[in-house]
């Protein structure tokens, strides 16, 4: 079984400063680890994905992440947030093995971009 | 290509009845799943599928209950409403194939459901 936890609930930052937001996971086996966001009253949609390879993976509008195996985290970055990503965001981890689908998802960030 | 649907957006019931929540994807995926919002509880899987005819419980699945005749829909039903099922219920579906793009999960926008 896996969990995944989101150290914070809320963060606010102000336009135009850097943010990261905080994910950590506990596995017993290897892992695929993603983050998602939901804008107000949408579904959720995949901003980034760690499936294998480089340990550092971006979004096409500017948040990074970096999985690190030894600390088993997976902290979302971005340099310099807009009034637009004000969002919830959401880590989530499921099994890499065969015929494992299933995703575990954290308790979410709600990210408040003050301007 | 409408992607996932959700249908209905709203609900309101009241303790005791039964209703069907409908999920619909035009995408071929395989996996389709349910899962329910609850504010500070992130996202609970109910029930998940990988195929037609195949179907298993996830972390909550007390009071629901799931079927898969077809690839495309999956229809999830609450067969005596209780207010602790007041959430906002979530569909999503992927492919179980190889490759980068199948690991994606695509969500549905979503049904909110008040029981009274």
């Known amino acids: 079984a896996q969990s995944v936890t989101q150290l914070d609930s809320q963060v606010p930052v102000f336009e135009e400063a850097p943010v990261e937001l905080r994910c950590n996971y506990s596995s017993s086996v290897s892992v695929y680890l993603f983050w998602y966001v939901q804008y107000p009253n949408q579904g959720l949609q995949l901003l980034l994905k760690y499936l294998s390879g480089s340990t550092l993976v971006e979004s096409i509008n500017g948040f990074e992440a970096e999985f690190n195996k030894s600390q088993t985290s997976f902290h979302l970055r971005k340099p310099s947030v807009h009034i637009s990503d004000t969002a919830e965001y959401f880590c989530?981890?499921?099994?890499?093995?065969?015929?494992?689908?299933?995703?575990?998802f954290g308790k979410g960030t709600k990210l408040s971009v003050i301007p | 290509n409408a992607g996932v649907t959700q249908t209905p957006k709203f609900q309101v019931l009241k303790t005791g009845q039964s209703m069907t929540l409908q999920c619909a994807q035009d995408m071929n995926h395989e996996y389709m799943s349910w899962y329910r919002q609850d504010p500070g509880m992130g996202l609970r899987l109910i029930h998940y599928s990988v195929g037609a005819g195949i179907t298993d419980q996830g972390e909550v699945p007390n009071g629901y209950n799931v079927s898969r005749s077809t690839t495309e829909d999956f229809p999830l039903r609450l067969l005596s409403a209780a207010p602790s099922q007041t959430s906002v219920y979530f569909c999503?579906?992927?492919?179980?194939?190889?490759?980068?793009?199948?690991?994606?999960?695509?969500f549905g926008p979503g049904t909110r459901l008040t029981v009274l």
């Open positions: 999503a579906s992927s492919s179980t194939g190889t490759g980068f793009s199948t690991d994606t999960q695509y």
């Open positions: 989530a981890v499921r099994d890499s093995g065969a015929g494992s689908y299933q995703l575990t």
